[in-house]
């Protein structure tokens, strides 16, 4: 228990660490990852959110294997926002696509970032229904957290790739309570299977289901330096973009 404690310190004084060198950093620290290198506050996520970076991994292999299509060139500035808009249009897609899966929408409201530009998106539940806020400054204090990518969750929108089955292959990741991620599994895991013209995607049991959630259950400190504070936004997480993509680029 001590070294529990130990670590969960560690990662706080880290965080906030990492908060004052963001206020004395120049602009371009919290900028967005369509526009700018957010290469830092990528490398900054394993300490937040353990192993969330093998969400990349995942992707590589996914690819490889031809169940995600290849990645588009994310080094060239995205001059005019066509990027952005098209991602910002699936991450609204993929929202109504868990809508439209749960049998009764859970009073649970989840944070999202994908990993390649560092965007995060939350989705709040709020009378049976799931309201999208793109280009949020960072998860609120008790949020379940997704990481996944940009082609995950394009796919899923798209109906080509089950949720259940993304996580279930590790391209999406879940950090917060046992509860929380039981009830997102149950409720969402069939979002995005195949419609009609689309490809069928490997159906995802609930045995399967139950198994993930218990896997993702079992890592250690997950969401540990967002549990442990107040939900005042000025944290190296929410202070504009050590690990977000700040709203003020598009």
């Keep these: 228990m001590g070294g529990y404690w130990q670590h969960l310190q560690a990662v706080s004084r880290l965080s906030l660490a990492a908060g004052l060198i963001l206020v004395a950093s120049p602009p371009a620290v919290l900028a967005c990852g369509y526009h700018d290198d957010v290469s830092m506050a990528r490398g900054m996520m394993n300490w937040v959110y353990p192993d969330a970076l093998h969400v990349l991994g995942a992707i590589s292999t996914a690819v490889a ?137 490997t159906a995802m049991s609930g045995h399967a289901a139950q198994s993930v959630a218990a896997r993702e259950a079992a890592m250690p400190l997950q969401s540990v330096s967002i549990t442990a504070r107040p939900t005042r936004q000025s944290t190296a997480f929410e202070a504009d973009g050590a690990l977000a993509c700040g709203p003020g680029h598009h």
């Design 65 to 201: 294997e031809r169940r995600l299509p290849p990645s588009v060139n994310n080094t060239a500035p995205d001059l005019f926002g066509s990027r952005y808009r098209r991602m910002a249009e699936a991450l609204g897609r993929f929202g109504e696509a868990l809508g439209e899966s749960a049998d009764r929408m859970p009073a649970l409201s989840f944070s999202m970032v994908l990993l390649e530009p560092m965007l995060w998106t939350r989705y709040e539940a709020a009378g049976g229904r799931l309201r999208t806020q793109v280009h949020a400054t960072g998860p609120k204090a008790g949020d379940l957290v997704l990481v996944s990518g940009e082609a995950v969750i394009g796919e899923i929108a798209a109906g080509r790739l089950a949720t259940g089955e993304a996580i279930e292959r590790g391209l999406i990741r879940l950090y917060g309570s046992e509860s929380q991620k039981a009830a997102f599994v149950g409720a969402f895991r069939s979002a995005g299977s195949a419609r009609p013209g689309t490809t069928e995607p």
